[in-house]
């Protein structure tokens, strides 16, 4: 099957600092990424989509100038997560679409203290 | 209201038990619907679309009821590996592009 990368698989950093979370199509080129975000015990939520060339769309109640998103070629997508507070914390999960299907990467486990 | 709903569990089953998990969605233009498997700290993994006719993988039978809105899976003679959380998922277009909408998750534990 296709395969996602993140990068990198956990992190830590301190309050006020900004973490840059990268996903990665290996095996396909993928015009279309999306970004989602798991507090423990919780279903994934979507927080926007990519799109490569053009600004990603986000989803209600998500600030765009918070997560920035940047599709910059057709394997590559970046979310940067600005200002990074505690109750940031969670876990990072993106996935790319190929055809009907999405494939998501291993997940980016991040911890702000 | 969520748009898609589970019983968290978790359920606790030893090994050769079969186990039913049931889901509903709230959105009516749902399209397509899914159901994942979560292990712990790791990414989703399709295991099975959700037809209205049923279909079977193995082990695994899924059913689609889009007159209630549900969605149920069924596991029969659970293996120790069956352990995760089996994520219910409606898919629909919106935007140009087609969303999973991810219920939280029903946990399964199997026990020897």
């Known amino acids: 099957g296709a395969v996602v990368s993140q990068h990198p698989s956990w992190v830590i950093c301190k309050s006020g600092t900004s973490v840059k979370i990268e996903c990665r199509s290996l095996?396909?080129?993928?015009?279309?990424m999306f970004w989602y975000r798991q507090f423990p015990k919780q279903s994934l939520m979507l927080m926007a989509t990519s799109n490569e060339g053009s600004k990603a769309t986000y989803e209600q109640g998500v600030e765009k100038d918070k997560f920035l998103i940047n599709h910059a070629s057709l394997t590559l997508s970046t979310l940067t997560v600005t200002s990074a507070h505690p109750e940031d914390s969670s876990f990072y999960i993106c996935s790319a679409r190929r055809a009907s299907e999405q494939y998501f990467g291993p997940g980016t486990r991040l911890t702000v203290t | 209201r969520k748009e898609v709903e589970q019983d968290p569990g978790p359920f606790n089953v030893p090994e050769g038990a079969t186990v039913a998990f049931n889901c509903t969605y709230s959105n009516s233009a749902s399209q397509s619907f899914f159901w994942y498997r979560q292990d712990c700290r790791k990414e989703p993994k399709l295991l099975m679309s959700v037809y209205s006719s049923g279909n079977e993988d193995g082990r695994f039978t899924a059913q689609l009821n889009r007159a209630s809105q549900y969605i149920s899976l069924l596991i029969r003679d659970s293996k120790l590996s069956d352990s995760a959380t089996y994520l219910c998922?409606?898919?629909?277009?919106?935007?140009?592009?087609?969303?999973?909408?991810f219920g939280a998750g029903t946990r399964l534990a199997v026990h020897p």
């Open positions: 998922v409606a898919a629909g277009f919106s935007g140009g592009y087609n969303k999973l909408i």
């Open positions: 095996d396909f080129q993928a015009t279309t």
